[in-house]
């Protein structure tokens, strides 16, 4: 753990304490991102800064700790008095944690936003659920994997990485947060049932559905497409499915149950025997599987196909219809991209052909939800986690964000 020779450690303790405090105030996790020194020391200043009223009567000696915190960042030239509890959130945002880690911010639209979760970090941050049009749900689910486990950390790193994105998108020339973005706690499993993950993360859709939210799910493994998409069923009705994975995920069952992460796809194209489901990049299945996606319509764009076929895309997108779910297994993706995942498969897709199907898919369709799963993190490398925030970040840009008409 990094500790900046400014912070001694009974700040730290101060901080961690206070992060706790406020998790359990506010009733959302604060500690995303603990191993990376860039979220330690910011990371529970915010929360004081930019919590309800309530809440900071409720913390009224853990904000004094944190307006002394808050001095011992700023660089001695830029030390001011902090005046009152609503200057703080734009003195903390405009200034000294950033200035630590990358310099000031420049951007005004920036400058007073306040961090209210992970996403994107101390750079943009996310607005309260009331304002949100996209709530991110953390999905830790790794109850069924076979070969590699540790998806269930996919969540926590993804989110972790967000803070090195650049918030300004250089291909839509825009700041896509700006369609309102927040957090949800995470879903909690007890154990390894995957019917009962199902139906947590069900629940936890359906809640952010019913209030008007487009649910972007975040794995674990894949089985959480099942509850994301049960609960966009019972509100919107049919919708087609776009799959980008390197496996058809078209068994019946696997080790005994339907809500396998080998099963998904299966599970969804039962639940809903009329909707189009387009499959981008398997490279492995089994024979039943090829078979029942056949006999089932799903259309199936193999890997061997889109090496050497230019005019795959088109033909996909005119499989589909809106309103459309897309679930991205991460192992879609080539693993020399995206290596940390549990089970890779070589000649999966490129970078920018994933964008353009994305690209195309959000300009064409109205998408009312998605996921991104199967991020296993790897201790060697961490450009999995980044490449997986960017495309989190892409997705965004992609299907929800418009750009802004003049005043
Ligand atoms: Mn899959």
Not at 246 to 269: K, W
Not at 273 to 293: H, K, T
Not at 353 to 376: C, H, M, P
Not at 390 to 395: A, I, S
């Amino acid at each position: 753990m990094h500790c900046p020779s400014a912070l001694g450690c009974a700040d730290l303790v101060a901080h961690f304490r206070l992060a706790g405090k406020l998790a359990k105030a506010l009733h959302r996790p604060v500690c995303y991102g603990f191993a990376s020194p860039r979220w330690l020391l910011p990371m529970a200043t915010p929360w004081v800064c930019g919590a309800a009223p309530h809440v900071r009567e409720a913390l009224q000696q853990p904000g004094q700790v944190h307006r002394q915190a808050i001095a011992r960042y700023d660089v001695p030239a830029q030390r001011q008095t902090i005046k009152n509890e609503s200057d703080a959130s734009a003195e903390y945002c405009s200034r000294s944690p950033c200035d630590d880690f990358g310099g000031p911010l420049t951007d005004p639209r920036l400058a007073r936003r306040f961090v209210k979760g992970p996403f994107l970090g101390e750079e943009c941050c996310e607005v309260d659920l009331a304002q949100a049009r996209i709530a991110i749900l953390p999905c830790p689910f790794d109850g069924t994997t076979t070969y590699k486990k540790g998806a269930d950390r996919g969540p926590e790193v993804l989110l972790s990485a967000t803070p090195q994105l650049e918030p300004f998108d250089l291909e839509i020339e825009g700041y896509p947060f700006e369609v309102g973005v927040t957090t949800l706690p995470a879903v909690k499993f007890e154990n390894d049932d995957p019917a009962e993950a199902v139906r947590r993360i069900q629940a936890a859709a359906d809640h952010a559905v019913q209030g008007g939210k487009i649910v972007l799910g975040l794995g674990g493994e894949h089985s959480i497409s099942i509850g994301l998409t049960r609960a966009l069923r019972s509100h919107r009705g049919s919708f087609s499915v776009l799959q980008i994975d390197a496996h058809a995920d078209l068994r019946d069952q696997y080790e005994g149950s339907p809500f396998n992460h080998a099963c998904v796809m299966h599970t969804i194209a039962e639940d809903d025997r009329d909707a189009a489901i387009v499959s981008v990049g398997i490279r492995a299945c089994c024979e039943q599987e090829v078979l029942y996606a056949r006999e089932r319509g799903i259309h199936q764009f193999l890997g061997h196909r889109i090496a050497r076929d230019r005019g795959w895309i088109e033909e996909a997108l005119s499989r589909l219809k809106s309103p459309l779910y897309v679930t991205f297994d991460l192992d879609g993706l080539d693993p020399s991209i995206l290596p940390s995942t549990g089970t890779p498969v070589p000649g999966g897709l490129s970078w920018f052909d994933t964008l353009e199907l994305l690209q195309r898919a959000g300009s064409r369709f109205e998408v009312i939800g998605a996921d991104i799963n199967e991020l296993k993190p790897d201790p060697v490398n961490h450009h999995s986690e980044f490449l997986a925030a960017q495309l989190l970040y892409k997705m965004i840009a992609y299907f929800w964000w418009r750009p802004q008409r003049p005043q």
